[in-house]
Nanobody, 121 residues
Framework: QVQFVESGGGLVQPGGSLRLSCVPS????????MSWYRQAPGKERELVAR????????TYADSVKGRFTISRDNFKKVLYLQMNSLKPEDTAVYLC??????????????WGQGTQVTVAS
């Protein structure tokens, strides 16, 4: 059974930083690319960043490029998202999932609870 547990969110002032963590289970973590998504109230879920299984290639949404860094520790089986220079428009629930382009859909239908990030003064 695939599961994701996200943590590390909170309330932060504009310009601040947070580090999110995702601990998945139910699949071989090191075999899969991983993604961070976010969903703000009333908006579609948005892909924020993606990292290959080995961690050697990363892609980012234009809105977070240069401010967010995705990383992973395949030994500890943890996915991270370092978020710097946070803006109010980054406020959302952040979720993780695997990415497998060989499958349709390319992600698990199971989602975690996510972790709430609120950027406000």
């Amino acid at each position: 059974q695939v599961q994701f547990v996200e943590s590390g969110g909170g309330l932060v002032q504009p310009g601040g930083s947070l580090r999110l963590s995702c601990v998945p289970s139910g699949f071989i973590f090191s075999h899969y690319a991983m993604s961070w998504y976010r969903q703000a109230p009333g908006k579609e879920r948005e892909l924020v960043a993606r990292i290959t299984s080995a961690g050697n290639a990363k892609t980012y949404a234009d809105s977070v490029k240069g401010r967010f860094t995705i990383s992973r520790d395949n030994f500890k089986k943890v996915l991270y998202l370092q978020m710097n220079s946070l803006k109010p428009e980054d406020t959302a629930v952040y979720l993780c999932n695997y990415y497998d382009p060989r499958r349709v859909p390319s992600m698990s239908s199971s989602w975690g609870q996510g972790t709430q990030v609120t950027v406000a003064s």
